[in-house]
């Protein structure tokens, strides 16, 4: 199990350098990654109770951290949620939970997964890549952080459009070497 989850590790690491970060798609990654600021939390819970609990202690975790030590969490799904609606199911209940922990403003649940597919898509469309990751993936982010980079980012609007005219424009051999995980 521990090698399993060591090569998972690996496997996120590497998409958050080569495609979150590489690929400029976050622009608002690189530095807290620079600063080690991303805490890398891998559950191996295997039902949504247990998920719940686990990601209401990591909420409970950042929230009263300090962002410089700790700013965002990337909460990875290793062994539950292949399936994407049953991941979407989860999310809809983990931000209902946002909620009802007063984190509401606090905090933001970004989604990924490795089957990751916008209403309106096809499985194959490229877009879908944007929010394709190893594992299914939460990501925790704090409010205050998008606000402040929002303040000084010009034309923020633009992200999601130019990460999709960006996957659009990646080579077959790109996308086989950017995310090997969808070959498996």
């Not at 939460?138 to 980079?149: M, P």
Request: glycine share 2%; aromatic share 8%.
């Amino acid at each position: 199990m521990q090698t399993n989850n060591t090569s998972l590790e690996q496997s996120i690491w590497q998409w958050l350098d080569d495609v979150v970060i590489g690929l400029n798609l976050c622009p608002f990654a690189k530095k807290p990654r620079i600063n080690q600021q991303i805490k890398l939390y891998i559950t191996d819970a295997i039902n949504d109770e247990d998920l719940l609990n686990e990601l209401m202690q990591e909420l409970q975790f950042i929230e009263q951290v300090d962002p410089l030590e700790t700013d965002t969490t990337l909460f990875a799904i290793s062994h539950h949620l292949q399936d994407f609606e049953e991941y979407l199911n989860f999310l809809a209940i983990a931000n209902l939970m946002v909620q009802q922990l007063g984190l509401e403003g606090k905090f933001q649940l970004a989604s990924f997964h490795p089957n990751y597919q916008f209403e309106g898509t096809t499985p194959t469309d490229r877009e879908n890549l944007t929010n394709k990751a190893p594992c299914p993936l939460i990501h925790i982010i704090r409010e205050a952080t998008v606000e402040k980079v929002l303040n000084v980012y010009p034309n923020p609007e633009q992200i999601p459009d130019n990460n999709i005219e960006c996957v659009e424009n990646l080579s077959n051999e790109q996308v086989q070497r950017l995310f090997p995980f969808l070959s498996n």
